[in-house]
Nanobody
Framework: QVQLVESGGGLVQAGGSLRLSCAASGRTFSTSVLGWFRQAPGKGREYVASIRWNTGIADYADSRQGRFTISRDNAKNTVFLQMNSVKPEDTALYYC????????????WGQGTQVTVSS
């Protein structure tokens, strides 16, 4: 099993920045991709970004590229999501997820951290 714990959410004003963290523990060697997803009230879960543990190659949903940056600290088994120039529409519950490989389903999920952007 892999455990994922998100942190760093909170209330931020539009135009501000926030950094989310996702600490992975357990059988982390069984996963090679960590990703961020989000779910706004009344909407479905949507993909934000992902990163490969070993190479650091990152992938972004088109609409987030440029404002959001995903990174990782392999020594700490932690993945980050730096959110800049946030907008009220970025308000959502942000989830960290892990997959065993590129193109594989994200099968491990954290509980989420709430991000609220005020206008």
């Amino acid at each position: 099993q892999v455990q994922l714990v998100e942190s760093g959410g909170g209330l931020v004003q539009a135009g501000g920045s926030l950094r989310l963290s996702c600490a992975a523990s357990g059988r982390t060697f069984s996963t090679s991709v960590l990703g961020w997803f989000r779910q706004a009230p009344g909407k479905g879960r949507e993909y934000v970004a992902s990163i490969r543990w070993n190479t650091g190659i990152a992938d972004y949903a088109d609409s987030r590229q440029g404002r959001f940056t995903i990174s990782r600290d392999n020594a700490k088994n932690t993945v980050f999501l730096q959110m800049n120039s946030v907008k009220p529409e970025d308000t959502a519950l942000y989830y960290c997820a892990a997959a065993v490989g590129p193109g594989r389903p994200f099968s491990y999920w954290g509980q989420g951290t709430q991000v609220t952007v005020s206008s």
